[in-house]
């Protein structure tokens, strides 16, 4: 009510989900520009990572300003005040996750202190994605805690009532819980919704579903707090290219096929070697969970990998067919084996650095998880005060101790993949 006393107003925010190419770096820019002519010489720009102040300087350049009026919350150190009289503060949602120590005050703290608690300028949460864990909730494994860089998110909205924050996204949240760093929006505690807190808010929406996800995003765009646009598919033609597979290839295929099924089954079996599994069932669920989905992820990300090796050719012939018909050709590399190859380069002495042999096939995916993520880790069972029978990891000298069975599976499954062909990677 408004002869409440004590009560804090917050101003209204507004949500940018425009698609990839409309342009929500520009959009950004333009609302910081169009708030800096109106006599609000500060703002603050937050993004996931501190390489995209070249982007945002780059915008901020475009409309006619000096780019380095973008300067990174980095230059200054913590614990003095920034020393800054005007202009456009970036950082990362990971610089805003440092607490208090000792006379260092926290990043959000040095902001708010900058700013002034009665600022009314523009606070960009770019890629505001980064904080959709702001209020924890409930996953498919349990309890899900909140983030550290959501929750700073939410602080510095809490400090700042007054400012003109927008959340910029294409994906705003996978999850109506995901939501709970948009609190400007008003979705609950306000006059729009009838929701007063955000848990009920939570538990309508998802009771409603889908039809009351779009229900919601309808609303939000009859009040103006939300746009999302993306850019005209107009005339864009969709080509197959099919690849037929050749039998040398359906031979390597099949050959990574029955390896896999042998993980498989010397998975489930290293489980039970450790005690991980017994003849009751499941005796620690969370190790179990790791260790299937290690497994599968290996899985799914060495045959994207071999897939996409096999296609190649077709790919390089369509190309070529492409630029002698005068057209353009733009590829997407998904994954380019970079961090495989770094993990292999670090692991070459220095001496050998003249003559330097490393395989970096996808085949490498496989043996990095056998060497790392195959379950070898000995459980010892036990019951609890409610007569579970469950288990715990042994541990001695305070180190893990090894089933002697599970890594003998482990090394024979390794020697097995080692005598494979290896598979080329797509850019070799």
Known sequence: ADDANGVVRFRRGFFIGDGTGVGKGRESASIVLDNWMQGRRKAVWISKSDKLIEDAQRDWSALGMERLLVTPLSRFPRGKPIALPEGVLFTTY??????DRGEKVSRVKQIVEWLGSDFDGVIIFDEAHAMQNAGGGKGERGDVTPSQQGRAGLRLQHALPNARVV???????TTVQNLAY???????????????????????????????????????RALGLYTARSLSFDGVE????????TAEQRRIYDAYAGAFAIIHNHLDAAMQAANITGSTGTLNRQAKSAAR???????QRFFGHLLTSMKTPTLIRSIAADLEAGHSAV?????????LMERRLAEVPTEEWNDIRVDITPREYVLDYLAHSFPVQLYEPFTDSEGNLS???????????????????RDALIERLASLPPVPGALD
């Open 94 to 99: 990971a610089t805003l996750r440092s607490d």
């Open 167 to 173: 959340y910029v996204s294409a994906t705003g949240a």
């Open 182 to 220: 948009a609190q400007r929006l008003g979705l609950w505690g306000g006059d729009d919704f009838p929701f007063s807190t955000r848990a009920e808010f939570v538990e309508a929406i998802e009771a409603g579903g889908v039809a009351a996800m779009e229900v919601l995003a309808r609303d939000l």
């Open 238 to 245: 969709y080509e197959l290219v099919e690849h037929e597979l």
């Open 293 to 299: 989905s290690a497994f599968e992820s290996a899985k």
């Open 331 to 339: 590829i997407q590399i998904v994954s380019t084996g970079e961090a």
């Open 391 to 409: 288990s715990r990891p042994v541990v001695r000298d305070g180190q893990p101790v090894e089933c002697r069975e599970a890594a003998r599976r």
